[in-house]
């Protein structure tokens, strides 16, 4: 393994450990959803409006496990949810450096 190699393993790891964050430090400051995860529906009563681009996209992607499907919206529930779910996006992400460092190598 080279050191780019390296690199890109060692930032994957990095934002797989951070990315709890995302959903407990809401929850324990008493915040709202989870960070980054708003749409156009909360967007409106935070800035008095909702921009044009997030308007008109918010509809192109549906995430495959929305509000964690798996849970029944308590935090007791959300959690199993969101490590699923965080597992399933580590998983696609390792892949995905994966084949990255493979092209990259082989220039």
Known sequence: MNRFQK?????????VALSPLGILLPEYFRSGGAWGEWGPEMLQPL??????GI??????????????GLSDGTLAAQVPAYIISGFLGALLAALLVYL????????
Do not use: C, T
């Open 7 to 15: 690199r890109l393993w060692i930032g994957l790891l990095v934002m």
């Open 47 to 52: 800035l008095g409006y909702v921009p044009a």
């Open 55 to 68: 308007k008109r996209l918010s509809d192109l992607w549906r995430a495959p496990l929305a509000g964690y």
């Open 100 to 107: 990255i460092s493979k092209v990259i190598v082989k220039r």
